[in-house]
């Protein structure tokens, strides 16, 4: 049965979410049993994989399923550890989108009013990602949070600043954004210098639309990577669908571009 149309207050992961879990209390998915894969549940549900994948997340954190690695998910409890799961916060995924729409439009208006001062603040914040990065991956993602955010400062908009900031603290409040970064950090994925110096050429060359850009394919390159990191299912199935993943998120983001 396909998930109805959100509502207000109504997250569409957690829509699937509560559909996934009271399939699990009917026995549809049996303790111990292995969930269909994401595509399958997709297609079900009528969901982006990216939704499913945040669904999955938020079963995971109220213990009805453990996902093992190259091998899938499995349904670990017949009902929540708790009395109800807390869906309360934006996915990861929604976060990630509305980062790209809206720092991607923030930087290619701060590239117009960026001083060489602000320039040089946000070199230095990268050469200390980089040195964090060998020593301490929580202080190097405080780094780029604090870069992001000078790029938001460099507009000398409040309201810009505000919505990033805001959409940071949305991923800090959530607990599926806290449960992912832990993948990630094991995983061994950090902030990447690269793509950040990518930014900051375009922002010292005052070139608002490859600013943009370089800020869009920076973010569209973490969805990627954290699609990646949280891919569940045996290999030879991994290969093909998470091509097939990135491939459906870029092309739902290529309006973006």
């Not at 091998?71 to 869906?87: C, E, F, H, I, K």
């Not at 603040?121 to 040195?131: F, P, Q, R, T, W």
């Not at 301490?136 to 938001?152: K, M």
Request: net charge negative; charged share 25%; with cysteine.
């Amino acid at each position: 049965m396909a998930v109805q149309p959100r509502e207000e207050g109504n997250r569409l992961y957690a829509q699937v979410a509560r559909t996934l879990a009271a399939r699990i209390a009917e026995g549809v998915y049996p303790l111990g049993g292995r969930l269909p894969s994401e595509r399958d549940i997709a297609a079900s549900t009528g969901v982006s994989r990216p939704t499913v994948r945040e669904a999955i997340l938020a079963l995971e954190l109220d213990g009805l399923v453990e996902v093992r690695t190259g091998s899938g998910v499995y349904v670990a409890a017949l009902a929540p550890a708790r009395a109800q799961a807390d869906t309360s916060g934006f996915g990861p995924f929604e976060i990630l989108e509305a980062r790209a729409l809206i720092e991607g439009e923030t930087c290619a208006l701060a590239a117009t009013l960026i001083d060489d001062a602000g320039v040089s603040a946000l070199a230095a914040m990268i050469d200390a990602m980089e040195l964090e990065n060998e020593r301490d991956v929580e202080r190097s993602e405080e780094i780029d949070r604090r870069f992001h955010l000078g790029i938001a400062e460099a507009t000398q908009n409040s309201a810009l600043v505000a919505a990033v900031d805001s959409l940071w603290a949305a991923r800090d409040r959530s607990p599926q954004y806290r449960l992912l970064s832990d993948k990630v950090r094991r995983a061994g994925i950090k902030p990447r210098a690269g793509e950040h110096n990518a930014i900051l050429a375009a922002l010292r060359q005052r070139n608002p639309h490859a600013a943009r850009n370089a800020m869009r394919d920076h973010l569209r390159r973490v969805i990627d990577s954290l699609l990646q990191a949280t891919e569940s299912e045996a290999v030879e199935q991994a290969i093909e669908q998470a091509r097939a993943t990135v491939a459906a998120t870029r092309q739902r983001y290529s309006g973006i571009a």
